[in-house]
């Protein structure tokens, strides 16, 4: 089933970046991790704290950074959209049902209807970076899921698909999952699970696709990740922090479905 997009009146998504959320204290732990996962080398810290890291790829734009904070439950991530017009994008994220804090610093953090939070920020990037090689197969970081209890799973599923203008693809009415189908020139696409218990909040978790996703996963628990569950479809991993993702076996050539 597929259900038809709705463009946002103003403001595009241009980009997508995913942000691990830190403690302080597993901040260098964290970025060693996904550094050496990624295999993309982390930039010099910025912001008015050093608070914010990127992950650069050899080829193409960053589209995985790291944020330390001063509080984070294990698993803290938030997405950034990059848009041409912030304010704009903001404020349709507004009329949808978001909350908005304008920031002098010139981006908009916002909250889902069911509590999700993401930044609207100005568009930097648009070239893809291509998967790692590793003796094992290929592997990339390239989708965000966002984990949605089920008292909000229409209203959330409808408020992303008209947020972006992404066609929402439904492949079974009946299956947890939903995807946004990105334009062809982002790293980072968005799915969408609908949980079996309730949970407060809408949360998000990355997911890594891999040639051969056993052995990725195995090179990450080498790495220092926990493996916690395995699955015919993915393995679910905690890195060094605590931190919840997903090493899945769709191609890193293709969307996930």
């Not at 830190?22 to 060693?32: D, G, K, R, S």
């Not at 998967?131 to 909000?152: E, F, H, M, N, Y």
């Not at 189908?181 to 982002?186: A, C, I, S, V």
Request: glycine share 10%; with cysteine.
């Amino acid at each position: 089933m597929t259900q038809p997009a709705h463009a946002p009146r103003t403001g595009q998504v241009r980009w997508v970046t995913g942000f691990l959320d830190t403690p302080e204290e597993h901040a260098e732990e964290a970025e060693t991790f996904w550094s050496r996962v990624t295999g993309y080398h982390p930039s010099d810290p910025r912001g008015p704290r050093g608070e914010f890291t990127s992950l650069v790829p050899g080829e193409g734009d960053p589209h995985l950074k790291l944020q330390t904070v001063v509080q984070s439950a294990p698993g803290g991530l938030h997405l950034d959209l990059h848009s041409d017009d912030v304010r704009g994008l903001a404020a349709h994220a507004e009329e949808l049902g978001a909350t908005a804090s304008y920031l002098d610093e010139g981006y908009v953090v916002c909250g889902s209807p069911g509590g999700m939070t993401f930044c609207v920020v100005p568009h930097p990037a648009s070239r893809p970076a291509p998967p790692a090689t590793w003796p094992g197969g290929r592997s990339k970081v390239d989708q965000v899921c966002l984990d949605i209890p089920p008292s909000r799973w229409d209203d959330e599923c409808r408020f992303w698909a008209d947020l972006t203008g992404w066609e929402l693809v439904d492949q079974d009415p009946d299956d947890e999952f939903r995807r946004l189908r990105r334009p062809g020139n982002l790293s980072i696409q968005v799915l969408l699970q609908r949980l079996d218990d309730e949970q407060s909040v809408v949360t998000g978790h990355l997911d890594l696709g891999a040639d051969d996703y056993l052995v990725e996963a195995g090179r990450h628990v080498v790495l220092g990740a926990t493996e916690v569950r395995r699955t015919p479809e993915w393995v679910v991993l905690l890195d060094p922090t605590g931190r919840a993702y997903c090493v899945t076996r769709h191609p890193v050539d293709r969307p996930a479905v």
